[in-house]
């Protein structure tokens, strides 16, 4: 990247890697440089929580706040009834009205977190798109919005060709998604004087149907603003860990397993992480990246513990780095681990250890229980656990028992009060 930004926003997305391509730099950086630039990102409400893939946009809003400028979180209630094919195999399932506000609920937590809501001139919005969407009129759209859209030009665009390349079916529904979204922007615009849209390369295309829509419709130049689509540097899609989605709402994943996700990077990913996903200095980041051997290890302490301070609280990450040396460091138990609470009655004349190693969530089945027992990977308060049928009745539950799949994962199994 050789251009040299005036405005701090721009200069913090370049500096710290979370730009990949942008519509106007030049334009962008001018309307940034006089202030107050109202900028969005658009989440559809497809499960209760955003996961650690959405991170990276939630920074982007963060910083836009920081640096003098207002964020607008769009939520997709009405776009989420549709579904975004972008780079998708197939069609999403169809959510009902109920599930998406219930799941609009979720997602506000994991915001507020990150960007202030108010009524200063910086003060984050929430806007939800259902507002214009679900009341348009079928005709009436097709005829003043449908007709600046080439088919042609849709056809073209690399998330719906990837789909058509493979010869799987994408849905009339999926396809005016993009019409939709292109429309928000300009709504957003009309309404809020929104001059910005930001989002994942994945959604260039989407994007840049909003400006163009804007400027025919309104005459009002708008810009877009994209960020890489992350992989850690083994090639995995970031937000996923071997046990499912790494949630961001602490009822779906506890502040410890968070803590423990971002304790578990890859050396090779913790300067860039840093920079991403926290607000060090990036000469301490790039410091803190280029550490080897054990010395290491105290960066990646570092990068959890900044990361869950920032979403659960400075409290919640001492706690859970406290657990992790009681647990690693001295054998101990730990406060903090995820727990399962039995009572006497789910107890009964016994659970096998097999149960309880799938319903602490360690692993998915019991198939995966007796795999991990197999593989001398279970161990029960630090002993090996080598009997699958292993029986544990209310006396063995007395105290907490400890359980561990491998070094890394542990959960408590106690009796509920």
């Keep these: 990247m050789t251009y040299h930004p005036k405005s701090d926003f721009m200069r913090v997305m370049i500096e710290r890697g979370f730009l990949a391509d942008c519509t106007d730099y030049q334009g962008l950086d001018e309307a940034l440089s006089k202030g107050g630039v109202p900028g969005y990102i658009g989440f559809d409400a497809t499960a209760k929580s955003l ?104 056809l073209s665009f690399e998330s719906v060709k990837s789909r058509l390349d493979r010869e799987q079916s994408l849905s009339f529904l999926e396809f005016n998604y993009m019409i939709l979204q292109a429309y928000d922007f300009m709504e957003l615009n009309r309404r809020y004087g929104c001059l910005l849209q930001m989002g994942g390369s994945d959604q260039w295309g989407n994007i840049v149907n909003g400006i163009d829509l804007t400027r025919r419709i309104l005459d009002v130049e708008v810009y877009g603003l994209t960020s890489p689509l992350l992989t850690t540097s083994d090639g995995k899609k970031m937000g996923k860990s071997q046990d499912g989605a790494v949630w961001l709402n602490a009822e779906m994943l506890s502040p410890y397993e968070f803590w423990q996700f971002w304790r578990n990077t890859t050396d090779a990913d913790v300067g860039r992480f840093l920079k991403l996903y926290t607000e060090l200095a990036v000469e301490e980041c790039t410091r803190l990246g280029a550490l080897e051997g054990a010395e290491i290890n105290d960066a990646k302490i570092v990068l959890a513990n900044e990361v869950t301070a920032l979403l659960h609280g400075r409290a919640a990450a001492e706690a859970a780095e406290a657990t992790a040396r009681e647990v690693f460091e001295k054998g101990g138990v730990g406060d903090d681990l995820p727990t399962l609470e039995l009572t006497a009655e789910d107890v009964g004349d016994g659970i096998s250890a097999v149960q309880l190693i799938v319903r602490s969530g360690l692993v998915k089945s019991g198939k995966e229980a007796k795999r991990l027992i197999a593989e001398n990977g279970a161990r029960v308060d630090d002993a090996p656990l080598t009997d699958p049928g292993q029986m544990f009745d209310v006396a063995a539950l007395a105290s907490p028992v400890k359980l561990s799949a491998g070094k890394k994962r542990h959960a408590l199994v106690k009796l509920a009060d």
């Design 51 to 154: 996961h650690v893939g959405s991170l990276i946009q939630i920074m982007m809003l963060r910083w836009l706040q920081k640096t003098g400028h207002k964020p607008i979180t769009l939520m997709g209630g009405g776009t989420t009834k549709v579904g975004d094919p972008s780079f998708r195999a197939e069609e999403r399932p169809l959510l009902t009205p109920a599930q998406i506000d219930d799941n609009i609920d979720g997602i506000k937590q994991v915001f507020a977190a990150y960007v202030d809501y108010d009524d200063s001139p910086t003060g984050a919005m929430m806007v939800n798109n259902a507002e214009w969407l679900d009341d348009l009129k079928y005709l009436d759209f097709l005829r003043d919005i449908g007709r600046h859209f080439s088919v042609n030009r849709m």
